[in-house]
């Protein structure tokens, strides 16, 4: 009896066709735009490899393309588990999917046929951002974490690990006493490049109660604590309008309590990007009024009522548009162990690192990094850094706040 696995591969031409009206009739809805599928005219078998959305829904689309350009059919490469039963490879089948094994492939491309696959597939579509930097971070990996994350069993698990290995055999090692795969002293890389930055700000992230353990991607937590930051009191309601005359170029009337008038008042502002000082968010904006692009607090916005156009433009906003660059450096009064630290805090070069900053930003930056105020005014242990360029660079008043 022929394995299931290698039947289906012929195409069913009347079934695909109804299949490719069906997709037609998506079209209205998806509204798919098509560049380059004239590629597909040319004769012989090709492979087209695509990122795998969420159940699937860019394959009506892709199916209606390739044939309006070139009257061919497109053979999709289905995970083996939407082939289990007779049923399921009948539904597939009418739409030129076959499972996705080496020898339906062969067979396929030696027809001059095209074939469609998701290396991903649906598991990775699917799959929880924990599991994408378990091996670096975490340390090992073994099969029933494949089968817990991805749904898959534990022969397509022993499978993946084997590819793994395949592609980087000196990343990992089988330890038989713990019966997991470890991290190698040479692990490297090979899908995804790890950043200390974005797991540090995972943490953050964490201690800030911005997101919750289980919606992050770190799979064990180490014992962590961070230096609390005041809440800032921004209303949703007051952050949607804000967004939205930005995205709209829009004015809107808010009621806004400045540091110079002893009440709230209600005020016309054109904002045009938000802004963040290291421990409160603005709304950059054009202030009518004054005639000036000025940074509103968004806590300080009590309420807002009307919209209309816009008048100022953000290409007006000199400050905004003009980018300045920090050099910084150690405090020279420090000794050479002080200052080689100080190198390895900012990420120095040959005792130097550039901080572009938007002018704008320039005070917020300047006060956050300590370089406000005359260097000579604090210890060189206090101080740690100096700014170079500082006769350079026009500082100017300290943020135009409201």
């Excluded at 069993?153 to 084997?162: E, F, K, P, V």
């Excluded at 950043?195 to 109660?209: C, E, I, K, M």
Aim: proline share 5%; net charge neutral.
């Amino acid at each position: 009896m022929e394995d299931p696995a290698l039947t289906g591969w012929i195409l069913d031409e009347e079934s695909y066709r109804r299949t490719v009206e069906w997709a037609r009739a998506l079209r209205f809805y998806f509204r798919p735009t098509f560049e380059g599928f004239e590629v597909f005219r040319r004769p012989g078998g090709m492979v087209v490899a695509a990122n795998h959305g969420l159940f699937a829904m860019e394959a009506p689309s892709l199916l209606l393309g390739v044939w309006d350009a070139s009257g061919r059919a497109i053979r999709g490469l289905g995970d083996r588990v939407l082939y289990a039963t007779e049923l399921q490879r009948k539904i597939l089948g009418s739409t030129g999917g076959v499972e996705g094994t080496p020898e339906n492939a062969h067979r396929l491309l030696s027809r001059g046929e095209i074939c469609y696959v998701c290396p991903g597939g649906a598991r990775e579509a699917l799959a929880s951002a924990k599991d994408r930097y378990r091996l670096f971070w975490e340390g090992h990996v073994n099969r029933s974490d494949l089968v817990e994350v991805f749904g898959v069993s534990i022969n397509q698990a022993s499978t993946d690990l084997n590819r793994y290995l395949g592609l980087a055999e000196a990343n990992m090692v089988y330890d038989k006493r713990a019966r997991t795969y470890v991290r190698s002293s040479s692990f490297s890389p090979v899908f995804h490049k790890p950043d200390a930055g974005q797991y540090l700000a995972q943490l953050r992230s964490l201690s800030d109660g911005i997101i919750a353990a289980d919606d992050g991607w770190i799979g064990s937590l180490p014992s962590f604590a961070c230096a609390p930051t005041p809440a800032r009191g921004v209303s949703p309601k007051i952050l949607r309008a804000t967004v939205t005359a930005i995205k709209r170029h829009e004015a809107i009337e808010v009621f806004y309590q400045s540091m110079s008038s002893p009440e709230p008042v209600w005020r016309w502002i054109e904002p045009h990007a938000l802004v963040f000082d290291g421990f409160r968010w603005h709304a950059r904006a054009h202030c009518p009024r004054s005639s000036a692009f000025k940074d509103f607090v968004l806590s300080r916005i009590t309420d807002t009522r009307s919209s209309k156009p816009a008048d100022a433009q953000s290409s007006a906003d000199s400050d905004w548009e003009e980018q300045v660059d920090l050099q910084i450096a150690p405090h020279p009064a420090l000794s050479a162990g002080q200052r080689k630290a100080i190198e390895l805090d900012y990420g120095m070069e040959r005792g130097v690192t550039t901080i572009p900053v938007r002018r704008a930003l320039l005070y917020y930056t300047l006060k956050r990094l300590g370089l406000d105020t005359d260097p000579a005014a604090r210890s060189p242990r206090d101080q740690q850094i100096v700014l170079l360029n500082c006769r350079d660079i026009d500082i100017g008043s300290k943020g135009v706040i409201e």
